[in-house]
């Protein structure tokens, strides 16, 4: 069985500060951990994942993201919020013969 | 490279009506994943059919809903009779393999919105 929890539902920030949104997972196999972001009426894209290769993963827009296996952790984060980046995150666990299993996603807010 | 179609993209009916929703992955995936995602939630995988098998139903409410991969490509989705509780936003992801240990990257088309009066 396996798990994700995204501990904060929102997430505010000013325009040009670091962004961190936090995920914490549980899986009975070495887990692959992806975050996907969703804007407004569009599909999911993948920004980012970790498949048991290096532990920081570089995504696309600026993402990065650190598998911490101690902490059970998958931390999402930028150095500069961007306006553009407002949207719905869902970090994502899959492992063994289950299929993805996400989170309850996390809304980030960007004040200009 | 053309993403995961979905049609139609919005759909209203009323309760007890049924509905259909269709999707073509991406050329060449062979797995192929329905989600639905209820307002404010992840979604929730429905079913993963690899080529034209089904792989995963578990989560799917087979006494109304059911879907297809006739041919290993494009899939439909069906719910018959819907509820209100089955508003939601209907999505298709494909993979080139299966979602597992190799942690596939799956592609999602945008979507169908689904709104039962």
């Known amino acids: 069985a396996q798990s994700v929890t995204q501990l904060d539902s929102h997430v505010s920030v000013s325009e040009g500060t670091p962004v961190l949104l936090r995920c914490n997972y549980s899986s009975s196999y070495s887990p692959s951990l992806f975050w996907y972001v969703q804007h407004p009426n569009k599909g999911l894209q993948l920004l980012l994942k970790?498949?048991?290769?290096?532990?920081l993963v570089k995504g696309i827009n600026g993402f990065e993201a650190e598998f911490k296996k101690s902490e059970t952790s998958f931390h999402l984060t930028k150095p500069s919020a961007h306006m553009s980046d407002a949207a719905e995150y869902f970090c994502?666990?899959?492992?063994?013969?289950?299929?993805?299993?996400f989170g309850k996603g996390t809304h980030l807010i960007i004040q200009p | 490279e053309a993403g995961v179609a979905q049609s139609p993209r919005y759909k209203i009916i009323e309760k007890r009506q049924s509905v259909a929703f269709w999707c073509n992955p991406i050329?060449?995936?062979?797995?192929l994943y329905w989600y639905q995602q209820i307002l404010g939630q992840g979604p929730k995988l429905l079913i993963q059919?690899?080529?034209?098998?089904?792989?995963?139903d578990s989560q799917l409410p087979k006494d109304r809903f059911s879907a297809e991969r006739l041919k290993g490509v494009d899939s439909t989705l069906k719910i018959q009779p819907a509820k209100l509780e089955d508003s939601a936003v209907y999505l298709c992801?494909?993979?080139?393999?299966?979602?597992?240990?190799?942690?596939?990257?799956?592609?999602f088309g945008p979507g169908t919105r689904l709104l039962v009066l």
């Open positions: 050329s060449g995936h062979a797995t």
């Open positions: 970790y498949t048991s290769a290096a532990t």
């Open positions: 059919f690899q080529n034209n098998g089904v792989v995963d």
């Open positions: 994502v666990v899959t492992g063994g013969a289950d299929g993805l299993t």
């Open positions: 992801a494909s993979s080139l393999g299966a979602s597992g240990p190799r942690g596939e990257t799956q592609y």
